[in-house]
């Protein structure tokens, strides 16, 4: 799930996080993913 993290805190959109994840063997929903990244509270670094 740290992927999906990273893919999230890098601007992609829930939509394409989730289909990045698939071609990787990863099966997440659209919510589980917004979840963990509000759980773990990060916020992308500016610049």
Do not use: C, F, Y
Request: cysteine-free; glycine content about 8%.
């Amino acid at each position: 799930m740290k992927l999906g993290i990273q893919l999230q805190l890098a601007g992609l959109s829930l939509s394409n996080t989730v289909s990045i994840l698939e071609e990787v063997g990863v099966e997440r929903s659209r919510k589980a993913i917004h979840n963990r990244v509000q759980k773990a509270d990060l916020q992308p670094e500016e610049g």
